[in-house]
């Protein structure tokens, strides 16, 4: 099942739930080129394809079992359950040594970003997990998302693309009391009521849990109607 694919701009819930505003790939670019517009900076920087670029890593890193990091917003990565699981890996699990153990996806805020941004968690925090439960994550890098997951970026454009997408995701974050951004492929970076969660798309979890993963999306989009 795809992912979520909200519409473009912004939106507002109808009188049956409360207000969200949604925002997809679209949204957030145009968000982002207008920030720069106001600080007269130029808008010729790529920031669509900087994002897909984004996106095609994090989905890379965590079909292989790795994580990603994203600084300052969060890391996406697999968790360890921290038990044996006989000795055939399964979906969902992965071998470490000779023990199978199970992993489920798991977002870690940093916490200067839910400090800054006046938000709390009821996730995982970058202080509250421990290392050795996690696969090995690599952080965002200019240089090897250009060279790996691009033909036309720069490392310039990379760093500097992924700087602006993330900070415009912490206006958004400060800002509205109810949101949804769609990160393509990988799920949905919620905040509700001043808390911030992460819903992962279908793909990365257990096939028994895919039909309520997808249910909760597509209520995330029925919450949602156009302003005008």
């Not at 049956?16 to 997809?24: G, H, N, S, T, W």
């Not at 199978?100 to 009821?122: M, Q, T, W």
């Not at 993963?213 to 109607?225: F, G, N, S, Y």
């Amino acid at each position: 099942d795809p992912p979520l694919r909200p519409a473009p701009q912004g939106f507002r819930s109808s009188s049956q739930a409360p207000y969200m505003l949604v925002v997809d790939r679209a949204g957030l670019v145009q968000l982002c080129k207008e920030r720069r517009a106001k600080r007269r900076a130029s808008t010729s920087l790529p920031l669509d394809r900087v994002w897909d670029c984004m996106m095609r890593w994090i989905v890379d890193q965590l079909t292989r079992a790795n994580g990603a990091a994203i600084p300052h917003l969060c890391t996406l990565t697999w968790r360890s359950d921290g038990k044996a699981h006989g000795s055939t890996p399964t979906k969902g699990s992965m071998t470490s040594g000779n023990v199978n153990r199970r992993y489920r996806p798991v977002c870690i805020f940093h916490e200067r970003f839910l400090h800054d941004a006046g938000l709390k968690s009821r996730a995982l925090t970058s202080s509250g997990v421990r290392a050795h439960e996690l696969c090995k994550t690599e952080t965002l890098n200019g240089t090897r998302l250009a060279l790996n997951y691009s033909t036309d970026l720069t490392k310039d454009d990379v760093f500097s693309g992924c700087r602006e997408l993330v900070a415009c995701i912490f206006t958004l974050a400060s800002a509205e009391p109810d949101l949804a951004i769609d990160l393509a492929g990988v799920g949905v970076l919620m905040v509700s009521q001043r808390h911030a969660a992460f819903e992962f798309a279908p793909q990365f979890l257990p096939a028994h849990e895919r039909e309520a993963a997808m249910a909760r999306l597509v209520e995330i989009r029925k919450r949602a109607v156009p302003t005008n």
